[in-house]
């Protein structure tokens, strides 16, 4: 069944757990995750970027989330757009079905250029405003994630929080946080602890608080009913790098999330772990496998189902590591 946000994450907080939210962009992602969530008993938060809706058409996906529901019914489904870069796009997802939208107001329209505070503001409350009258959730950002392109997310020794930048500029300010709740009354906050998006977090193997604990800390204990939202969350598992680059791949030395390290996040609020990046390694990894194994095949089925079948193996372990198992 379709749920908001707002609903599953409730029930995560009472229950102590977290949920992964899975990008998707083809019915081999969604099936993989609904698999998954079967073989686990685990609730479904399943995201589809602008990129993505794109990619496979709104139409399309709107009718694979219905096929993932159907197929599933006893499945709690939430279908989330993943960094909505203004109204409109939030407001088009929930009439293709989405239950949930992200307005990424950290950024300006294009995506890209870091926004200043009163726009965020702005354009989260008017999202707010729609989404919640037709009973969607809304996810705010509020903080300037790490990224490959701007070298913030890291330092020399691969810890996490005292990017390029420094500290401040890296990580959410909790009274900020708190103001920005308060104005926008979104149900769940994307905040930077000390993570990026992409395959390149750190050039250094972490050696432990590679997250801002103590800023995710203050911000529950003073927002205990905002759920907090961990973007950039992949660990970049090192199996999967060694295949891609063992069939051919060439795959740079990197680090990502120590999953211990996103468990200690789960025990002060953070209740939505983006993930996308160690999905698509392990459906690359596959496909590589079969191609300079089976250089002879060409049909598509033979390498999209290991793939399908690689990505279904994460999603499992991410539903057991993050104690979702169970609560469908
Ligand atoms: O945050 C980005 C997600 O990994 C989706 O990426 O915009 O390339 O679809 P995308
Ligand atoms: P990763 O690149 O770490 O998988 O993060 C995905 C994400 O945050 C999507 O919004
Ligand atoms: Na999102
Ligand atoms: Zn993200």
């Not at 609903?7 to 969604?30: K, T």
């Not at 950002?141 to 500029?169: A, C, I, N, P, R």
């Not at 000390?194 to 204990?221: C, N, Q, W």
């Amino acid at each position: 069944a379709r749920i908001t946000l707002r609903q599953l994450l409730d029930h995560a907080a009472e229950h102590g757990y977290g949920v992964p939210a899975f990008n998707i962009n083809n019915m081999e992602q969604a099936l993989a995750i609904m698999e998954a969530a079967e073989a686990t008993n685990s609730p479904v938060i399943m995201q589809a970027s602008r990129g993505a809706r794109s990619y496979a058409n709104d139409i399309v996906l709107k009718h694979l989330i219905d096929a993932m529901a159907e197929m599933y019914p006893h499945i709690p489904i939430c279908m989330h757009q993943d960094h909505g870069n203004n109204e409109a796009t939030c407001a088009t997802a929930i009439q293709y079905g989405f239950t949930s939208v992200m307005m990424d107001g950290s950024l300006k329209a294009d995506g890209k250029t870091p926004a200043d505070y009163d726009y965020n503001v702005k354009v989260t409350r008017n999202v707010v405003d729609m989404a919640h009258w037709v009973g969607a959730s809304v996810e705010g950002e509020l903080g300037v994630l790490g990224s490959l392109e701007t070298g913030m997310g890291e330092k020399e020794d691969g810890h996490g929080f005292e990017g390029k930048l420094g500290h401040d500029q890296l990580l959410t300010d909790p009274d900020q946080a708190v103001e920005f709740v308060k104005a926008t009354e979104v149900d769940a906050l994307a905040i930077a602890m000390g993570t990026s998006h992409g395959a390149y977090k750190f050039t250094r193997k972490p050696d432990g608080d590679v997250l801002a604990m103590h800023v995710i800390e203050e911000i529950h204990r003073r927002l205990p009913n905002t759920h907090l939202v961990m973007h950039g969350s992949s660990s970049v598992p090192q199996d999967l790098q060694d295949l891609i680059n063992k069939y051919g791949g060439e795959m740079p030395q990197t680090w990502g999330v120590p999953v211990e390290e996103i468990q200690r996040g789960i025990k002060h609020g953070v209740r939505k772990i983006n993930i996308d990046t160690d999905n698509r390694m392990a459906i690359t990894a596959a496909i590589r496998q079969v191609f300079v194994e089976k250089p002879g095949e060409f049909d598509p089925r033979s390498y999209l189902k290991p793939a399908k079948e690689a990505m279904r193996k994460v999603c499992v372990q991410r539903f057991e590591e993050f104690g979702t198992a169970g609560y469908a």
